[in-house]
């Protein structure tokens, strides 16, 4: 027990093979991986082909300064080109690159190739027009419209790098990033739609421009998509309508080559403390990363599948995996701008049935809610059309793993459980739809051209059976460059942690299991040590799912006077399981323990309504360890919804599911 990092204790002995016309016509069959090995970079030049360069690079990768790498040094291209005109071009115009389905039901618009090469080049123009040059920071705070897909691609035309920033979050959180990044220009609509009504975006834009120039900063024009028609306070000396300047715009647009390295956007991601951190992503690298594993992953076949990826285009799976994998690669996809359950609980399912899609992507968050309201809501679609599933965003537990498959994907398809973040930019670990079998709860491998490891303190391997530290020990094209501004925190961040051995470390734990299949258990500051086990808030978690009256858990540990620290469980019952029974904590702490062992019973077990999450979808633990611990509860800002916690300290004060 000594020797291991994190204990290892759950097993799963479910696999599924690949269908055998998903393995005859896999666009990567098993042979990539030794091709890879042979010559990794080689292999990453054949990805980098599959992209139209203006001038070829001269050396595929420079890593003579680490963790400083530029890829395809010395070749030029345009991103924009690459995701619309090289479509059109090349006689697809007429394909459908975007279903856009609004949340109000009539609202629905097909946009294609040639529609929206049309459109980004007004907006290039346009934004050209508004003194945004090369280089400029331009940030783009939007719902899930078109005009987003298209306000990206016109800042790629033309070399100034974006910042996406989420439409939910606060005027506080947009204005750091402005000032930031030094945004010139926010692109920006009256509102959106979200659950039924319309909610306004532009006061918040007004309100972060205010807090920029308290500091300094002066954001010199808001481009203004109107969406909802709702009032907005206009300032005629910065603020500009969408329509004004883009509509009557010149569809003409000539995009320019930029060096392979060029910036091509800035994305902020929180971590769990501090000042966010902008990641900055370039041009070549990235696409040919996005690019890549978009057609691989999921076994893209652009002439006849229908892609859907439910992520937000705030975070960076809306930025690979709903703009530049899938429009680099020329696919149709839908585009959905509301929650799943509005106007009804099926919406999502509909949207399937209704566009045919046969590839769909999400998060385990989404998949877990769906499983407490039951299997009634999805069995009433049809849905036989899909043929490939993916998860992003936190390990899926084997629970939620099955029932994806089973109900949504009426057990024919393939689950690819995809590990990335937004500093690796593309999917690193994953199976295989085609040639992996898949095993619920582990991402499996590193793909193709990817090297993954887990490793012990020191940096070494770990055995088969063992946990430890998941780190990435070769570079890769879409990794991140830098943090933007600060090349001391990105130093330290993600390559001190095993600087002797070069490794970038991602602050997950995973472990391998007896077939060296990896299994990402978390953030390691999310781990617990009870009794001097290192033991996985992740595997309890999906021992609590597996019973049948659990929807979801969140499991922290919490200081004990015997232990060190004792495992501390909340949990949300499915709604077919009522209020659980009088018994349920005796029956779940019995449950934990037949599936785990003694070592993981929980010391208490709080039953409650919600949990506290981020806006996408982490439980944010630190608060529960605040409730468990009976401290004041921390900062709550980040919460998607911040009376979440209010639910649970009543909980906690009436004393209910203690034990
Ligand atoms: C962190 C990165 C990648 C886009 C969305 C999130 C967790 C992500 C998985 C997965 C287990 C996962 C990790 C990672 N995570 N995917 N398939 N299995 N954990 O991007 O906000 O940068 O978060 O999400 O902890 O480090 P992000």
């Not at 005109?85 to 279903?99: I, M, N, Q, T």
């Amino acid at each position: 027990m000594t020797e291991e990092t994190l204990s290892n204790l759950l097993r799963e002995d479910r696999r599924f093979e690949p269908p055998a016309e998903i393995a005859e016509s896999a666009n990567l069959k098993a042979d990539a991986y030794e091709r890879a090995a042979a010559d990794r970079e080689g292999f990453w030049a054949e990805q980098a082909e599959r992209l139209d360069w203006s001038q070829k690079w001269e050396r595929v990768l420079d890593w003579d300064d680490p963790p400083f790498a530029k890829w395809f040094v010395g070749g030029t291209l345009n991103a924009s080109y690459n995701c619309v005109d090289r479509h059109v071009e090349a006689g697809r115009g007429d394909k459908v690159a975007l279903h856009w389905v609004g949340e109000p039901v009539e609202d629905r618009r097909d946009i294609t190739y040639a529609q929206l090469k049309d459109d980004v080049s007004r907006a290039a123009n346009a934004l050209t027009e508004l003194g945004v040059q090369t280089g400029d920071r331009v940030a783009i705070y939007l719902p899930m419209i078109p005009e987003a897909v298209v306000a990206m691609l016109a800042c790629a035309r033309i070399g100034a790098p974006h910042t996406v920033v989420f439409g939910g979050f606060s005027a506080d959180a947009l204005a750091s990033r402005l000032v930031d990044c030094e945004a010139k220009v926010v692109i920006t609509s009256d509102g959106g739609y979200r659950r039924g009504s319309a909610s306004a975006l532009k006061p918040a834009v007004d309100e972060a421009r205010a807090k920029t120039a308290e500091q300094g900063h002066t954001v010199e024009k808001v481009l203004v998509v109107r969406r909802t028609g709702q009032d907005v306070t206009w300032d005629d000396a910065v603020d500009v309508w969408w329509h004004d300047v883009v509509d009557s715009a010149s569809a003409d647009h000539t995009p320019q080559a930029f060096d392979s390295e060029h910036p091509l956007y800035v994305m902020y991601t929180s971590g769990t403390t501090g000042k966010p951190k902008g990641i900055l992503h370039t041009t070549g690298g990235y696409l040919t990363g996005a690019s890549y594993t978009h057609w691989a992953v999921f076994d893209l076949k652009a002439d006849t599948d229908v892609y859907w990826c439910s992520a937000d285009i705030g975070w960076v799976t809306g930025h690979s995996y709903m703009v530049y994998g899938p429009l680099a690669n020329g696919a149709t996809q839908v585009m959905y701008e509301g929650t799943p359950d509005s106007p009804e609980r099926g919406r999502w399912w509909k949207i399937i049935q209704d566009y045919g899609v046969t590839i769909f992507y999400t998060a385990p968050t989404a998949i877990r809610s769906f499983m407490k309201q039951g299997r009634e809501i999805p069995d009433k679609f049809d849905m036989s059309s899909l043929r490939i599933l993916g998860s992003v965003g936190e390990p899926i537990n084997p629970e939620a793993y099955v029932w994806y498959r089973h109900v949504i994907g009426g057990d024919r398809t393939p689950v690819v459980d995809t590990w990335w973040q937004t500093e690796t930019g593309s999917i690193m670990i994953s199976p295989l739809p085609g040639v992996t079998h898949g095993k619920p709860g582990s991402a499996m491998t590193a793909i193709p051209g990817v090297s993954a490891e887990v490793v012990n303190e020191e940096g070494n391997a770990v055995p088969n059976g063992s946990g430890g530290y998941l780190v990435l020990t070769e570079p890769w094209p879409a990794m991140l460059r830098t943090i933007w501004g600060d090349d001391d925190r990105f130093r330290d961040t993600y390559w001190s942690r095993f600087r002797s051995q070069g490794f970038y470390f991602a602050g997950d734990g995973a472990k391998k299991d007896e077939d060296g299949d990896i299994w990402v258990l978390g953030r390691v500051d999310d781990v617990m040590n009870v009794s001097g086990h290192r033991l996985s808030t992740t595997e309890i978690e999906s021992a609590l799912v597996s019973h049948p009256k659990v929807a979801e858990a969140a499991v922290v540990g919490a200081k004990d006077e015997d232990t060190g620290q004792a495992v501390c469980a909340f949990v949300i019952l499915r709604d077919e399981a009522g209020d659980g029974g009088d018994d349920i904590v005796a029956e779940l702490r019995q449950h934990v323990r037949k599936e785990i062992g003694p070592i993981a019973t929980p010391r208490q077990i709080m039953i409650v309504p919600e949990l506290p999450k981020t806006r996408s979808g982490k439980i944010m633990r630190r608060l529960l360890r605040d409730v468990a611990e009976h401290r004041e509860v921390g900062d709550v800002t980040t919460l998607a919804d911040s009376t979440v916690m209010d639910l649970i300290k009543d909980k906690e004060s009436a004393g209910k599911g203690e034990d």
